[in-house]
């Protein structure tokens, strides 16, 4: 197990902890946001002198990498790199929908074939999502959809579906399938990174600090068919 240094910052959301051995030992969070550029500098900083009072080495610090606000990624991915280069430590970039995934599969109760659809908020009824089984696996990638009655209706026919993340609750009134599951509440947060980051770490899946660069949402959209748009 390693210490690692967990940043989120992809939504309005601000989040920095430090996991070790597979446990949370620092957190913090300012889910009134945003306020990325006031507040993440001082919990880096707080989870640093925490770390460093408790003689623990930091081994490497973990970002999540989007689709998400703009802004909130800039500021997000250059204090990790900050941090790398001071630190001397590798950079690992996590998917936001795989950081949303994760209180789902720990703190809700889902059926075997489960698919997990977590949502990006976007302008009016669109939203960046990817669908997932219960394993992480993808069932497929991240895109941009505008949400209507016959979304997602090819996995909706095959197995229950979980919406989640800030951008299902515009969702609910269009998606009626009877597989449809809405979860509320669920946020992306840097204390739910630490799994995924210490695997990254066992398949040594670092980033390059110096030409890293998070997915944001206005390139994603760039990059979509017309139709999408």
């Known amino acids: 197990m390693s210490c690692i240094l967990n940043i989120e910052t992809s939504t309005s959301v601000c989040s920095v902890a430090a996991s070790q051995d597979g446990q949370t030992i620092f957190v913090k969070e300012d889910l009134e946001g945003p306020s990325h550029a006031v507040s993440l500098g001082v919990f880096v900083d707080e989870a640093l002198s925490f770390i460093d009072s408790h003689a623990i080495p930091l ?8 689709p998400g606000s703009y802004t909130g990624l800039r500021i997000g991915v250059s204090m990790a790199k900050g941090v790398c280069y001071g630190r001397n430590v590798p950079l690992i970039g996590i998917p936001t929908p795989e950081v949303l995934c994760v209180p789902v599969l720990l703190f809700h109760e889902l059926p075997e074939d489960a698919l997990l659809c977590p949502m990006i908020d976007a302008r ?10 219960r394993a992480l696996k993808t069932k497929r990638p991240v895109s941009a959809d505008i949400v209507d009655e016959n979304s997602y209706l090819e996995f909706l026919n095959e197995a229950p579906v979980y919406f989640f993340g800030n951008g299902s609750a515009k969702c609910r009134e269009k998606i009626t399938h009877p597989n449809a599951h809405f979860i509320d509440n669920i946020h992306p947060l840097a204390k739910m990174m630490f799994p995924l980051a210490e695997k990254a770490i066992a398949r040594e899946d670092y980033k390059d600090v110096a030409y890293f660069e ?8 760039a990059s979509q068919p017309k139709k999408l748009l």
């Not at 490497?60 to 989007?66: E, F, I, L, N, P």
């Not at 009016?124 to 089984?133: L, N, T």
């Not at 998070?214 to 959209?221: I, N, Q, R």
């Open 59 to 66: 081994d490497a610090v973990a970002v999540s990498c989007g």
């Open 124 to 133: 009016r009824m669109e939203v960046y999502a990817a669908v997932y089984d």
């Open 214 to 221: 998070p997915f944001y949402l206005k390139e994603f959209v």
